[in-house]
């Protein structure tokens, strides 16, 4: 049976996903949510999807919607996402989940009582090359984790104007991308014991670059950087005990690495990265009656939430 898709949001990201989704063979995008009528009916006729709603509440109250993948820029992710659920249909959010932890609470709360599937787009966790990676650690043979260096830095131009540096919008390069380098941490190696950042606030008041030191109990450490203004390696390496991992540029959504040892250096290649593996993965939860998923579970989403809410505090009391 083919699952059937809303989209809530008609930018960038919006448009990637229904052109990953297309390979997906049981899922199909039927609707779309906009703002404007005119906006969701432009999206919806370049891209042959059937309905076209001009407003988020008119895309909750279609019946023929199973689950629905919140794609607008981030302050409106809670309201969309709590909307959705009450409404019946399961989620997808993108990320970050919400402007901060007490609005991802607010959405888990709801998944709760609706019992509705929700998840949020954290698309590198379900990547092939960093599916394969995760389950190689799993299984022991790269030993324990000992240190992590993960950077997403790009130059973005500053225009106030953009989601990425007007604080309306959710603006921050925290937010925006230093949630995969805190994601690749907490997933290879759970919640540290400590931190400590410091950044840079930009004209329009929201971070245009973070740096992170983590460390956890058993010795572990973590530097995690992330920008908007400048560029940085966008590379991500893994040591462990018994090999060094180095995830190409950009490291979130590569699909190549180098594993070296002492005695070798392996060239993984896997399969295009995308939006539509977390599609299977969210399918497949929502079908089994499940209300989250083992691979991005919602305690993470809430206890990075809880942390980024921390790093941006602490910049803020600088
Ligand atoms: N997974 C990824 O790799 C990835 C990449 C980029 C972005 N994202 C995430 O996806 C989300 C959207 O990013 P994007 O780059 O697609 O953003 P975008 O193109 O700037 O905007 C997304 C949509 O948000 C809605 N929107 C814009 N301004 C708004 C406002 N002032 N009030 C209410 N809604 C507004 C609009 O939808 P309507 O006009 O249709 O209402 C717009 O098309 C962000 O949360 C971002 O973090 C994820």
Redesign the pocket.
């Known amino acids: 049976m083919t699952v059937r898709w809303g989209i809530a ?6 448009s990637d996903f229904v052109r990953d989704l297309a390979d997906i063979e049981d899922a199909e995008a039927v609707a779309v949510g ?3 009528a005119a ?1 969701a009916a432009g999206f919806a006729g370049t891209r042959g999807i059937a309905r076209a709603h001009g407003s988020m509440e008119e895309l909750a109250a279609d019946a023929d919607v199973d689950i629905v993948y919140v ?4 302050p ?2 809670r309201d969309h996402a709590v909307m959705m659920m009450r409404a019946g249909t399961h989620v997808l959010v ?3 989940l919400a402007m901060d932890a007490d609005d991802v609470q607010e959405i888990l709360a709801v998944s709760a009582g609706t019992g509705r599937f929700m998840m949020e ?1 954290m ?1 590198m966790r379900f990547n092939p090359l960093h599916t394969e990676l995760k389950h190689r650690l799993d299984a022991g043979e790269f030993g324990r984790v000992v240190s992590i260096v993960s950077d997403f830095s790009f130059e973005a131009p500053r225009d106030p104007s953009h ?1 990425l540096f007007d604080p309306a ?1 959710g603006g921050g390069a925290l937010l ?1 991308v230093g949630i995969y380098p805190l994601n690749l941490a907490w997933w290879w190696l759970g919640a540290p014991a400590s931190w400590s950042a410091t950044g840079e606030i930009g004209p329009t008041g929201v971070d245009e670059s973070v740096a992170m030191e983590l460390s956890w109990a058993d010795g572990a450490t973590a530097v995690l950087t992330c920008g908007s203004t400048r560029n940085g390696s966008r590379t991500s390496t893994i040591v462990c005990e018994g090999a060094t991992i180095v995830i190409a540029p950009p490291s979130h959504s590569s699909p190549v690495a180098e594993i070296r040892t002492a005695a070798s250096t392996e060239h993984v290649s896997a399969a295009r990265p995308g ?1 539509h593996h977390q599609v299977r993965e969210v399918q497949r939860c929502a079908a089994e009656g499940l209300r989250e998923s083992p691979r991005m579970p919602h305690s993470d989403s809430l206890a990075i939430a809880r942390f980024m809410d921390d790093v941006a505090r602490s910049l803020r009391a600088r």
């Open positions: 949001g008609t930018g960038r990201i919006a906009s703002r404007t906006g794609a607008g820029i981030h409106v992710h993108e990320k970050p787009a698309w989601r919008k925006d939006l």
